[in-house]
């Protein structure tokens, strides 16, 4: 099956930081730029940051600016999101999903995964 793997979720204090991954699972990322999103209950899903096919052009949505990075190891078929200083509206489902040029409509993308989930508070 052709998709993401989203991983790395978990409840975490505000301030706190957490680190999460996905893997591509039956096909190759070399080709894609990756885009993380979230969805927050009774939300839509909205983009947050993503990352060209060489790793050389990042995104970021103004709400993450500056506390989020976004990275790819292209050998390990991995993308990953490194996110510091998490606030409570932070708290979402986070997926990734790959396509041929960042965009920042989810509809654009494929190879959805489950995601993961993510929540701040104290």
């Known amino acids: 099956q052709l998709q993401f793997v989203e991983s790395g979720g978990g409840l975490v204090q505000p301030g706190g930081s957490l680190r999460l991954s996905c893997a591509a699972s039956?096909?190759?990322?070399?080709?894609?730029?990756v885009g993380w999103f979230r969805q927050a209950p009774g939300k839509e899903r909205e983009g947050v940051s993503c990352i060209s096919s060489s790793g050389y052009t990042t995104f970021y949505s103004d709400s993450i600016k500056g506390r989020f990075t976004i990275s790819r190891d292209n050998a390990k078929n991995t993308v990953y999101l490194q996110m510091n200083s998490l606030k409570p509206e932070d708290t979402a489902v986070y997926y990734c999903g790959a396509y041929y040029a960042c965009s920042d409509r989810p509809d654009r993308y494929g190879y959805w995964g489950q995601g993961t989930q993510v929540t701040v508070s104290s």
């Open positions: 039956g096909f190759r990322l070399n080709s894609y730029d």
